[in-house]
């Protein structure tokens, strides 16, 4: 299979958007069911660690990926790692089930267009017909590496199927074992905007919790998307 080329990329403030309950503006739901028991916690925490695989991957205990590839050491770490070590079970657009990746989009519209999209998607699915309001946390990084590139590549452009992810999750498998850093692409969504995909935790530079977004969905389809600090 032929690769894409590879650009260097210098691109700061990037748009994550991570849903609010799993965010660390949220109280954690383990304090909540301890209260004050300091006993409980810790047996709450220990059971945690037992079942969620952003712990079992830093233990490096996950086929997916080894605990040598994780960071460390900064307040939002976690956050990172979760991306990698929690993948969707079918997987995300450039990568499988067994390991995901940082994705994120150059610009806070795209990332807004591109989450409404699959929210919308899910609730089409059930056949959801009121008002549902969902709540996400933007997570802003920065990068500064060499990335393969599709933006305006004929070659590749089965990997932008609206549709499917089969081409492109090859793609990025072939990429991920010949010791890629990532993608850049072209939102699918969003007409012009551009996303990244990024294979390694360490190269998610400068995190930080940015802004609230909270979307409102009527009849499955988002009606308004407002940004709080």
Same mark, same amino acid.
């Given at each position: 299979m032929k690769l894409p +080329? =590879?650009? +260097?990329? &210098? =691109?700061? $403030? $990037?748009? #994550? !958007?991570?849903?609010? @309950?799993?965010?660390? #503006? %949220? @109280?954690?739901? *383990? /304090?909540l069911l301890a209260q004050d028991d300091d006993d409980l916690l810790r047996d709450l925490t220990e059971l945690e660690g037992a $079942? /969620?695989?952003? !712990? *079992? %991957? &830093?233990? %490096?205990? !996950?086929? %997916?990926?080894s605990a040598i590839e994780l960071v460390s050491g900064f307040q939002l770490a976690h956050i990172v790692n979760a991306s990698f070590t929690l993948p969707n079970p079918s997987g995300g657009r450039f990568n499988g089930a067994g390991r995901g990746a940082w994705y994120a989009a150059f610009e806070m519209q795209t990332a807004q267009t591109e989450v409404a999209f699959h929210r919308a998607a899910e609730l089409k699915e059930v056949g959801w017909n009121a008002e549902e309001v969902f709540s996400y946390i933007d997570y802003l990084a920065d990068f500064r590496h060499k990335f393969h590139d599709i933006r305006e590549d004929a070659d590749f452009v089965d990997c932008l199927d609206p549709n499917s992810y089969a081409d492109s999750q090859a793609l990025g498998l072939k990429l991920l074992t010949s010791g890629s850093a990532g993608i850049v692409y072209p939102s699918v969504r969003h007409k012009d905007g551009v996303c990244i995909a990024c294979f390694r935790p360490p190269l998610v530079l400068n995190v930080q919790e940015g802004s609230r977004v909270t979307f409102t969905f009527i009849d499955a389809e988002m009606t308004s998307a407002v940004i709080e600090n």
């Open positions: +080329k =590879q650009v +260097k990329i &210098e =691109q700061d $403030t $990037t748009h #994550r !958007l991570i849903p609010y @309950r799993y965010s660390d #503006r %949220g @109280r954690p739901i *383990l /304090n $079942t /969620n695989d952003r !712990l *079992l %991957g &830093e233990s %490096g205990r !996950l086929p %997916g990926i």
